[in-house]
């Protein structure tokens, strides 16, 4: 089955910087990856979707990255803003099915 | 974007008890809707794919008999906790993949937060 990692520890970073959170998968390419965000006892929100053919995806301040050789998506969040702070999940989709990795904390300190 | 709706939000039972809990599609039909347990800092853990008209596929490791899911029209998906203990006490967090265009996101409810006493 798929592995999902994501780094546990909460990532803090000051206003205005950009915040940068990792998604790694272990076995195979997934068609597509997605990036989702969680607030406190609420369900996950969609942000974006990156395909596999796809190295890079854009909306408003969020920036998503996929490498298919590293098996790696990076999640980018510039001009940061403490509103942004929150989990954020990456989620990977194989043989029907979506596989969550545990999510990151970020913390954005005005 | 598409709206899907889960009910109880909380839900506090004695063990022994079952549970229901609801997830309805508002505004579009969901042929598929996923059912994902969450432990406190952990990641969503898929349960069951839930498809209507038909029986629902479990994860391995799922208890089907104590995880009862009905899905009987294209807008509900029902997840029943049989026999609640307190180590079900957990948040439950149903979506289902769809809306218009098809983009391949999930749309998740609330969640619903079980306490089994």
């Known amino acids: 089955s798929q592995k999902i990692e994501q780094n546990s520890e909460a990532l803090n970073i000051q206003e205005g910087k950009t915040a940068t959170l990792t998604c790694n998968y272990t076995?195979?390419?997934?068609?597509?990856l997605q990036w989702y965000r969680q607030d406190p006892g609420r369900g996950p929100v969609f942000l974006l979707l990156?395909?596999?053919?796809?190295k890079e995806k854009r909306k408003e301040r969020l920036k998503v990255t996929f490498d298919t050789t590293l098996k790696q998506s990076l999640f980018h969040i510039t001009a940061s803003q403490p509103a942004d702070s929150a989990t954020y999940l990456c989620?990977?989709?194989?043989?029907?099915?979506?596989?969550f990795g545990s999510g990151t904390k970020l913390n954005v300190k005005p | 974007g598409a709206v899907v709706s889960q009910h109880p939000s909380r839900v506090i039972c004695k063990s022994g008890t079952s549970v229901k809990i609801e997830c309805r599609s508002l505004?579009?039909?969901?042929?598929?809707m996923f059912w994902y347990r969450q432990f406190p800092k952990q990641s969503l853990m898929l349960m069951a794919t839930?498809?209507?008209?038909?029986?629902?596929?479990?994860e391995q490791g799922v208890e089907k008999d104590k995880f009862l899911i009905n899905h009987a029209s294209l807008t509900l998906s029902t997840l029943t906790v049989t026999s609640a203990h307190p180590e079900d006490s957990s948040f439950y967090i149903c979506?289902?993949?769809?809306?218009?265009?098809?983009?391949?996101?999930?749309?998740f409810g609330e969640g619903s937060r079980l306490t089994v006493l």
């Open positions: 979506s289902a993949e769809g809306g218009t265009g098809n983009t391949g996101e999930l749309f």
């Open positions: 076995n195979y390419s997934p068609a597509y």
């Open positions: 990156i395909r596999e053919n796809e």
């Open positions: 989620a990977v989709y194989n043989f029907n099915k979506f596989y």
């Open positions: 505004d579009f039909q969901a042929t598929t």
């Open positions: 839930s498809n209507e008209g038909s029986k629902a596929t479990y």
